[in-house]
Each structure stands twice: as C-alpha cells, then as structure tokens.
C-alpha cells in the first residue's frame, strides 16, 4: 500500500513539474519582415529588438506596441545591450558601433578604427566597463563607455560570436571552435578545451563556476561546466536542430532557442529540458531574453516576435493570468503574411468548433473549421493566395465563447 501511495505521489510531482516547465508563448505584433538578431530588456516594460537592413525597435509597454526608431544606414545589426533605460550599445556589420544616453531617440556612432569587419555580440557590465567580438577573432574593450576602444588579443582568427562577463574580471567569449576565458578583464584570453569541434553560438554563466555553452554546425550542442571551464562535459539534450541563443533566469530556470522554431525550457539546472511551443517550424529563432521567470521574449528571422505576455486589444495580460480552463485563440505567424499563415488555438474541453475570417467589412469569406474537437492545442493553415492585400479578421466561436484577431495580407 505504502509503495503505490509513493508512486502516485511521484506521478503527481513529475506531472507537476512538466506542467510548470511548459510556457505559452504569443505572436507580437511585428512592424518589419527582416531577421531579428537580438532582443534586450531593461524592465517588463522597456525592451529593444535590432534586426537586419538597420532595424532598431523599441517598447515601453511589454511589445504591445514595437515602434521603429531611427537609423539612416541598412547595416545588419547583430546585438544590442543597455545598462538602464537610457544607455546603450548596438554592434553590427561593416564594424558598426551604436550609442544612446536618450533611451534610443538619437544614436550616434562610436569608432574603433576598422569598417571591414562585423561585430556579433556586445556586453557591458556598467557605463563605463564593456567588450565587443567579431570575425578573425576580434576583440575590444573599452572603459570609458565607448569613446575610446582598445584592441585586445584573441590569438585566433575564427569567428567571435557570444560574450558574457559575470563581473569587470571575469568573463567567456565563444565561436567557431573557440572558448576563451580571461581573469583579468581581457588583458589575457586563454582559450578553454572542449574535446569538440563545433560552432559555439552562445555563452552563459550562473556564476564563477557553473555555465552553458550552446550551438552547433550539423545538429545541437549543448556543453556544461562546473568548474568555471577548466572541463566541459556534452550534455545529453535530445535535440536535434542547431542552437542559437540560451538564457537563464536563476540557477536552475533556463530557455535555449535555435533552427526550425526550437525552443526549450529546463527547471532542473539542465538535468531535463521541456520543449516549448513556437508557433513556427520554418524559422531560425536567434536571441532569447527574461526579465523574470514569466516575462520573456523571442525574435528570429521574418521579424517574428515572441513573448510569454499576452498583448491584446483590450490591454495587456501577463502570463501568469493565463487561465488554461477556458478558450484561447492565439495571434497567427507569420503576421504579416503572404500568402499562407499558421492560426493555434486552445480547447480547454471537447466541443464544437467554428474557425472563420473576415473582411474589414465584417463580410465572412472562408470558414476553415467547422468541426468537433478534442481539448489541447490545434492548427490550422490558411492559405490566401486568392484574396487581395488588407486586414482581415479570424474568429473563433464554441458554445458561447468567441474571440477575434486582426490579421494582415501583405503581397
């Protein structure tokens, strides 16, 4: 008796636990089309994106709202970092260095002396105190927050791509084949071994001992250390897509995104990760960022913008709030679209189901289910290779539940 009381409770703990691991991730709506390389928040609020062909967006209210500020020239910029609402940094393509001290409404252009090379990443640990990376191994530092920057020796020439520093002393860089680590604020970068030959995309650490290295040319990796990278074990992850981008939120919550829409999630420091649901397997999810354990956001490429806030036209609703005992309709993705997108919805019972759209007139012109469903999550894909560019309207009706989302045509 006592050994099947022990098994239900085990059944319960492990049940619980996949259920906490599991985020609803929303659609946000996107001004722009373009890859987006990086995402930065100072606070649930206030946040930054920047993208491919000189893309800056800016939110001050969760990404209900993504506003484009403005850059004159169509570089891609690749990462983006502040130290508060008001400063920071933006490094791209043809050695392109950005700052603000107005929270975005002006920025102005820094120099290290090099146009023919491409930053990939930058990080700060204060106003003054930063470093960026790039190809043939480039590395700078700077401690007078951008206005001069000094060259620093990699004593490599592969591609730089990930940076993270847990202090002004101690910090990682990774890339092609490489894993440095420095001491003493980058006057000497020693390279760490990995027994593996990969393309590292992303690095960080929990704190002096305990971090995560990510990437991959032909299938995921996933690398772990404990002793601040004098040894770096596989983990053992289970997927399968190449890895763009890994953050944690405490030592033992953590999200990887990558290829095809990947996205996963641990509570276990990495022990078993929860693959979450993106609303998209076709595009490259780059850059991964939380605030707090249910504040978060994604972007990637065809300007798609994740997040676990639920913005909607009535306000905004955390993620939190979301409340799995009733229907929800989610935003669909791509959107905009041409021609084809993808529409998610949740059942949280069994019933019948009414999927139709709209013209802005309120005219309906195609309804796409018409049917008895299971309760979970369901898709389906419309295809509006007859119907010309504008605003349409997707409907969701059961019983006495509706809900309608703004979607747009753009050929």
């Given at each position: 008796m006592k050994k099947k009381i022990w098994l239900l409770v085990f059944m319960i703990f492990i049940k619980s636990v996949g259920i906490l691991a599991q985020d609803v991730l929303y659609t946000q709506e996107s001004p722009v089309l373009v890859t987006l390389y990086s995402v930065y928040f100072v606070d649930n609020n206030t946040g930054w994106i920047v993208g491919g062909n000189g893309t800056i967006l800016h939110t001050d209210n969760k990404g209900k709202i993504w506003n484009q500020q403005s850059y004159d020239k169509t570089y891609d910029l690749h990462s983006i970092c502040f130290i508060n609402e008001s400063t920071g940094w933006i490094v791209g393509s043809h050695g392109i260095i950005l700052k603000t001290i107005k929270g975005g409404t002006d920025w102005v252009e820094q120099n290290v002396g090099i146009s023919d090379t491409s930053f990939f990443d930058v990080f700060f640990v204060n106003d003054s105190t930063g470093w960026i990376v790039g190809r043939y191994g480039?590395?700078?530092?700077?401690?007078?927050?951008?206005?001069?920057?000094?060259?620093?020796?990699?004593?490599?020439?592969?591609?730089?791509?990930?940076?993270?520093?847990?202090?002004?002393?101690?910090?990682?860089?990774v890339g092609d084949r490489t894993i440095l680590k420095t001491i003493n604020g980058g006057i000497d970068w020693v390279p760490q071994d990995s027994e593996t030959n990969d393309s590292f995309k992303s690095v960080y650490f929990v704190n002096a001992d305990t971090g995560w290295v990510v990437g991959?040319?032909?299938?995921?990796?996933?690398?772990?250390?404990?002793?601040?990278?004098?040894?770096?074990?596989?983990?053992?992850?289970?997927?399968?897509?190449?890895?763009?981008?890994?953050?944690?939120?405490?030592?033992?919550?953590?999200?990887?995104?990558?290829?095809?829409?990947?996205?996963?999630?641990?509570?276990?420091?990495?022990?078993?990760?929860?693959?979450?649901?993106?609303?998209?397997?076709?595009?490259?999810?780059?850059?991964?960022?939380?605030?707090?354990?249910?504040?978060?956001?994604?972007?990637?490429?065809?300007?798609?913008?994740?997040?676990?806030?639920?913005?909607?036209?009535?306000g905004i609703e955390e993620a939190d709030n979301f409340h799995p005992d009733r229907m929800v309709l989610m935003q669909n993705y791509p959107n905009p679209f041409n021609p084809s997108t993808v529409i998610h919805f949740y059942l949280h019972q069994s019933g019948s189901v009414t999927l139709s759209i709209y013209n802005i007139r309120g005219e309906e012109i195609e309804t796409l289910l018409q049917d008895y469903y299971q309760a979970g999550q369901h898709e389906v894909f419309w295809n509006a290779e007859d119907f010309p560019s504008g605003i349409y309207l997707i409907s969701l009706r059961s019983g006495n539940f509706s809900e309608t989302k703004k979607i747009i045509l753009q050929k």
């Open positions: 480039t590395i700078f530092n700077t401690s007078d927050g951008g206005d001069n920057w000094s060259y620093q020796s990699s004593n490599t020439q592969e591609l730089l791509l990930s940076i993270y520093f847990i202090n002004q002393d101690i910090g990682w860089i991959g040319w032909n299938g995921a990796t996933i690398l772990k250390t404990k002793d601040g990278g004098e040894n770096w074990t596989i983990e053992n992850s289970g997927f399968s897509d190449n890895l763009r981008s890994i953050y944690f939120i405490n030592d033992s919550t953590a999200w990887i995104v990558g290829e095809k829409g990947t996205i996963f999630k641990t509570i276990t420091q990495g022990a078993s990760w929860t693959q979450q649901e993106s609303h998209t397997s076709i595009s490259t999810l780059r850059s991964i960022y939380f605030t707090d354990i249910n504040s978060g956001w994604v972007v990637g490429e065809n300007g798609i913008i994740l997040s676990t806030i639920n913005v909607n036209s009535t």
